[in-house]
Each structure stands twice: as C-alpha cells, then as structure tokens.
C-alpha cells in the first residue's frame, strides 16, 4: 500500500473516531440535559414544607364554670332556710333561731362562692397549661419544618456535587479518548 493512500486512511480513520467521539459527548450531554430536567422536575413538583402544629389554638383557654350547679345549689339552700324559716314560725321560735338560721345561709353561699373560685383557679392553671404547651408544639413544628428543608436543601447540593464530578469524568475520559486517537494514528503513520 502507498504512503499517500496510508495516509489518507489514517486521515480518514482520525475523522471517523473524531466524529464517533464528538456523537459520544454530544449523547452524554443530551442525557445530561434530560437528567437535569428530570431532577428539577422532581424538586419543583415535591410537596411543601409544613408545620403540623401550625393553626393550633389553646383549647384550655375558654373552659367555662360551672355555674348551673352553683345556682341550683344556692336554691335548694334557699329553699331548705324558707321551709325551716317557716318551721320555726309555726313552732314560735325566737329571734335568735332567726339569726342563727340567717348565719347557717350565709355560710352556705360561702361555700358556693369558694367551690366557683376553685373552678375558676382550676381553669386558670389548665389554661395556662395549655398555653405552654401550644407553644412548645408550635416550636417543634419549627423545628421539624426547619430539619426537612435543611435535609432536602442537603439533598440538592449533594446531588449536584455528584453530578458535576460524574460532567468532569466524562470529560476526561473523552479527552482521554482522544489524546489516544492521536497516539494511535502517530503510531500508524
């Protein structure tokens, strides 16, 4: 065979590689490019960050008192001191069985008045209760929501890394490639 067709083939051969090289990176980057718009798909389309505990209200902070009971108590009462009022008028009792009776009502609305403040204490303390604990379910939805996003923002840029370290190891290796093409040919000619 002759040196100007050797050469020629060589020639030819260099392009034929080039040009399978060039379709290989030109593969690799049309890949690159649907992994890439694949990736941002799946970020863009996932679901929202949220706080379950967000909205919360404290439940403890409207607890009413309970004041029917209170009341009927106080009537029953009332009701008891008129019948023994009467009693005591029939049978012809004195004053002082008057007054003794009028101190016996008096201690019973004390005791109804003292059973509606502990209510109202009870009540007090659960709301309060329940407001601590509102606001330490809303600090750990905080967190939580925090942690997630950290996490997936992690994801990201860990993603990224590998993939850029996958771009530059194409690279290279095309380069390789080709610095071997042209070993080859210098050695064939």
Same mark, same amino acid.
């Given at each position: 065979m002759s040196t100007k067709k050797a050469k020629a083939l060589a020639a030819q051969d260099t392009i034929d590689k080039e040009a399978e090289?060039?379709?290989?990176?030109?593969?690799?980057?049309?890949?690159?490019?649907? =992994?890439?718009?694949?990736?941002?798909?799946l970020v863009d389309n996932r679901?929202?960050?949220?706080n379950?505990?967000?909205?919360?209200t404290n439940e403890?902070?409207?607890l009413g008192v309970a004041?029917?009971?209170?009341? %009927?108590?106080?009537?029953?009462?009332?009701?008891? =001191?008129?019948?023994?009022?009467d009693a005591m008028r029939s049978s012809g009792a004195g004053a002082g069985g008057a007054t003794a009776l009028a101190q016996a009502a008096l201690q019973s609305k004390k005791g109804i008045a003292a059973n509606l403040e502990r209510q109202e204490a009870?009540?007090?303390?659960?709301?309060?209760?329940?407001?601590?604990?509102?606001?330490?379910? =809303?600090?750990e939805g905080k967190k939580f929501? %925090?942690?997630?996003?950290?996490?997936?923002?992690?994801?990201?840029?860990?993603?990224?890394?590998?993939?850029?370290e996958n771009q530059k190891q194409q690279a290279a290796d095309a380069e390789t490639m080709r610095v071997q093409a042209e070993i080859g040919d210098?050695?064939?000619t």
């Open positions: 090289l060039d379709l290989l990176k030109k593969k690799a980057e049309d890949r690159s490019k649907v =992994l890439k718009s694949e990736m941002q798909a679901q929202d960050v949220i379950p505990y967000e909205g919360m403890m902070a409207n004041t029917q009971a209170a009341e %009927f108590q106080a009537e029953q009462t009332d009701i008891a =001191l008129a019948n023994t009022l009870s009540n007090q303390k659960a709301a309060a209760q329940g407001a601590q604990d509102l606001q330490n379910k =809303l600090a929501a %925090f942690g997630v996003t950290e996490n997936r923002e992690n994801a990201d840029v860990n993603r990224a890394a590998k993939e850029l210098a050695l064939n």
